[in-house]
């Protein structure tokens, strides 16, 4: 997760003395409860500077991530390895292997705001399993279906139950182990700093015209009811 935050920094800040926000969500898992780690990454489009001013930055370079992405994961694993030939060996043959950077799966943009919240709130909770994937416990067998889906297909599998609650068990964080991290501007530090700067941003957008609408009639007294005025999401 210090690596994904080092990526998207060099990504947004482009080397300049600004903080992008980033939060990390660490996933162990893979949709068969297999062991996958992965990490789901939220950034602000932006920077916010050393004079708490906001600069958007709305286009960043997939290729340009890739590498980054490698770099900092590679260079940081290094950095906490055994300093042998073995070592630098791995790291030197991924480098080459893979010249283009690692694979990052970049979503498209999330213009509507309530499919953005129910992304984000999807992934910062998401469960290794949930129940309604479990589809049968057979108790003489002694063992669990669940299903999953793979390239679009349902997938159903069977297995011991002791064997399912092993892949469970395992994929239990352990103690004050943090699965969801905050960088930069979302950090306690800065998270003010940012709130007050993108609430400065927010006063300069012109209030939302106010038309007549069509007239609504109470339901209780049958008189029309008059529009008062129109308020607008903060």
């Given amino acids: ?13 482009d080397r300049k003395k600004a903080t992008p926000g980033v939060i990390c969500v660490l996933h162990p898992y893979s949709k068969d409860l297999g062991f996958n780690p992965h990490v789901h990454v939220l950034a602000t489009e932006g920077r916010l ?15 340009k991530l890739r590498r980054i992405w490698q770099y900092e994961l590679l260079t940081g694993i290094k950095a906490n390895m055994p300093n042998t030939p073995e070592t630098s060996q791995l790291i030197d043959s991924l480098f080459k292997k893979y010249e283009n950077g690692f694979y990052v799966y970049a979503e ?13 709130g999807r992934y910062i909770r998401h469960p290794a399993i949930a129940e309604s994937r479990i589809t049968n416990f057979d108790e003489k067998a002694n063992t669990v ?11 159903e599998t069977t297995i011991p139950a002791l064997e399912f609650i092993d892949k469970l ?20 530090k800065t998270r003010k700093k940012l709130h007050n700067a993108i609430t400065a941003l927010t006063r300069d957008i012109p ?3 106010i038309e007549e609408p069509e007239p609504v009639i109470c339901s209780k007294c049958g008189t029309p009811m008059q529009l008062i005025g129109i308020t607008r999401p903060s």
Avoid: C, H
């Fill in 145 to 155: 279906t669940f299903w999953y889906t793979r390239n679009g297909k349902r997938i």
């Fill in 207 to 209: 209030p939302l015209p």
């Fill in 1 to 13: 997760m210090d690596a994904v935050s080092q990526t998207m920094k060099r990504i947004i800040a």
């Fill in 49 to 63: 500077t050393k004079r708490n001013e906001w600069v958007n930055v709305n286009f960043f370079e997939y290729g």
């Fill in 108 to 120: 498209k943009k999330l213009l509507n705001a309530k499919k953005a919240a129910r992304y984000i």
């Fill in 169 to 188: 068990v395992k994929l239990i964080p352990d103690k004050n182990f943090k699965m969801i991290r905050y960088y930069g501007a979302y950090s306690r």
